[in-house]
């Protein structure tokens, strides 16, 4: 696998941009262009990740293409077909989006999100944005998330048959799974299931952490690797059996110190566990 995490500044040149994520400890980022790059500076991106190893990971979709507002619905899903094309043309490991929601935050919980209906609604959108493009060099991914599809490895699967093209695949964030105590309390079980059921779609993951507070009702809350109660031991040696070239990606930290013991955490649990991370 290869680590990496977010690159700042986001104006940087090809060039300052791989010689950061190096200088970083990173085999794998996110490169700043979007959907207006032309393709002399797509493809200056793609040399300089090459001469310096890196896998560009993923490019991010994010917005909410299931909306209840049909024109915020339309935007959503013309700007997924080009974060798609995008991520084709620099040949990055994926674009990922989450399904959405139908309520009035993009990313929020709705009572409707894990009906029938939006099961089927986001397989419809998921295959009109990938029929819309056709990618030969990446995938478009669901993040995992706790209120909508897909919120588990089983409703993963589905999706990916329901949806029925090779170019959907699986970008894990096995946190955002842990909705609940009892997954809580035991996420080695939750990732290895994860990994066994979807394990060969697998294109990307993210790295995080959780933490259950002591406060009724329940409060879980996201923070740094080594903070919480995910099994990294389970987490890594799971992901050591996939493509070595799987990026697993730091996110939400406040700044360079956070994410600079996020890597420490987790290139010191990938010692221990005898786990090899570019």
Request: charged share 25%; aromatic share 6%.
């Amino acid at each position: 696998m290869r680590l990496g995490g977010p690159i700042t500044p986001r104006n940087l040149g090809p060039e300052e941009w791989a010689a950061r994520a190096r200088a970083l400890g990173y085999r794998a980022a996110n490169t700043p262009l979007d959907e207006t790059a032309d393709d002399a500076t797509v493809r200056a991106y793609i040399r300089a990740a090459e001469g310096a190893d890196l896998v560009i990971a993923e490019v991010g979709a994010w917005s909410n293409p299931i909306s209840p507002d049909p024109e915020t619905a339309r935007a959503a899903r013309e700007m997924n077909e080009r974060r798609l094309d995008l991520a084709d043309r620099l040949g990055a490991r994926c674009c990922v989006n989450i399904a959405g929601s139908r309520g009035a935050r993009w990313d929020g919980p709705h009572p409707d999100n894990l009906s029938a209906a939006v099961f089927d609604l986001v397989v419809e959108t998921v295959r009109g944005i990938i029929d819309a493009v056709r990618p030969t060099r990446t995938h478009y991914c669901l993040e995992t998330m706790p209120w909508v599809f897909p919120d588990s490895a089983d409703s993963y699967l589905a999706l990916i048959r329901a949806i029925d093209r090779p170019q959907f695949a699986v970008h894990l964030d096995p946190v955002n799974l842990v909705a609940s105590p009892r997954l809580y309390y035991d996420t080695g079980a939750l990732l290895r299931e994860c990994f066994a059921t979807l394990g060969p779609y697998i294109v990307s993951c993210h790295a995080k952490d959780i933490a259950l507070a002591d406060t009724l009702t329940v409060h879980l809350s996201e923070v740094r690797p080594g903070l919480g109660a995910l099994d990294y031991r389970t987490f890594l040696r799971e992901m050591a059996r996939l493509d070595p070239d799987t990026p697993l990606m730091l996110e939400h930290l406040p700044g360079e110190d956070e994410y600079a013991l996020a890597a420490a955490h987790i290139r010191a649990v990938a010692a221990e566990v005898g786990v090899p991370l570019a």
